[in-house]
């Protein structure tokens, strides 16, 4: 599992790449927590290069989206592969996390 981070205007942008499985979240749970502290906060989480989630990787995403939310933050969720669209879907998640095929839909959500 990898985690790569970027800023775009006010946005934290995280993208994920591999498994979000035990050890795929293990080995970044630290550091997505860490991308995701302080007030205010506005999260865009990258999923298209994540080939498979397990239930620890929905609890990775709606633990630190709670959090944000606590912290008058926000977190969306950008293009998930298909499968990994199936799993938030039959969990959720939708209902908690927004997802977005559209990074521009994505960012507006996140800046208004």
């Given at each position: ?72 933050g926000r977190m ?37």
């Amino acid at each position: 599992m990898d985690i790569q981070y970027t800023e775009i205007k006010n946005i934290r942008l995280i993208k994920l790449i591999g498994t979000l499985d035990i050890i795929g979240v293990n080995a970044i749970e630290t550091k997505f927590a860490g991308y995701c502290a302080g007030e205010n906060a506005r999260v865009l989480v990258d999923l298209s290069a994540v080939d498979f989630m397990a239930s620890i990787g929905i609890r990775l995403l709606t633990s630190n989206a709670k959090s944000l939310l606590s912290r008058s933050g926000r977190m969306v969720l950008l293009n998930p592969t298909s499968s990994v669209r199936e799993v938030l879907d039959l969990t959720g998640i939708p209902d908690i996390i927004p997802i977005y095929e559209q990074f521009e839909s994505a960012e507006a959500v996140l800046l208004s």
